[in-house]
């Protein structure tokens, strides 16, 4: 769920006008001018359509951030931007470097400043919580221990610093937080997160002529296998965890449905996430409509 929050403070920094979605990686990170990612834009990044391949295991061969970096910079595209959605981790790990960029502040920073704190996520961010706040997730044969109140992705390991598409912990009282927030249209506990103007922007569908529904930084509702369930309306929009975890809202009835469970342990085989992903986002929109 790193993900669309990293997106919410990028959409607050669009608002600003200190980054815009044409903004291209290259205008922000130099060293990406001499590639074929140069002039990836923003809403690519945000849209998952950069065509910067996904579920990249770069941790394996490369134990530094200086390394793992230069491995997504020789990444090979899966063709050009804007051709296709497809979900990408690296592409995220550049918008979060290309957010501190333009804000001029460490990722965690902004995403407090920016969203969380305004939001009312007491507990959320990029430190890892206290014991008592976190769960087991996998026994990693690559650390050789169990996971718990660490970052699990892997490549977040090897960046050390705060990334851009993993690392955020919250608690169910934070997520619903988040959840008030952008039934709210932006507005959170402690103040605006984004104006009705912004948060409309970051809402709407950018990917209707492709096969897979994508608003900047969130997923819509798909027309098949719709982890978000049957009840939800369809301007609804959310996102998954890797690690067992959900957020849904339907902007038309003001409602969310918030999942959070630790279904990689004790390790990463379990796949009926999805099928409980959509009872219980059918139960929670059902309670909702009562």
Known sequence: MTKPIVAIAVMSLIEDGVLTLDDTIAEHLPDYADTDKARIRVANLLTHTSGIPGRQPLYQWN???????????????????????????PGFILLGLIA????????????AERVTRPAGMVDAGFASPPTELAVATEDDPWRGHLVRGEVHDENAVVLGAPAGHAGMFATLVDMEALGRTLCAQGWGAHGRVLTPAGYAAMITPRTDHLPL?????????????????????????????????SLWIDPDRGSYVVLLTNRIHPNRENTAISRVRRAVNNIGFALASL
Do not use: C, K, N
Not at 101 to 108: E, F, Q, R, T
Not at 222 to 232: E, F, K, M
């Open 63 to 89: 134990r530094a951030r200086d390394e793992l970096l230069t491995a997504i910079r020789r990444l090979p595209l899966l063709g050009p931007p804007g051709a296709q959605v497809s979900y990408s981790s």
């Open 100 to 111: 501190e960029s333009a804000a001029g502040m460490p990722l965690d920073q902004l995403v």
């Open 213 to 245: 529904r994508r608003t900047l930084g969130w997923q819509g509702v798909d027309a098949v296998d719709a982890t978000a369930g049957d009840l939800i309306g369809p301007d609804g929009y959310g996102h998954t965890g890797f690690t067992g975890t």
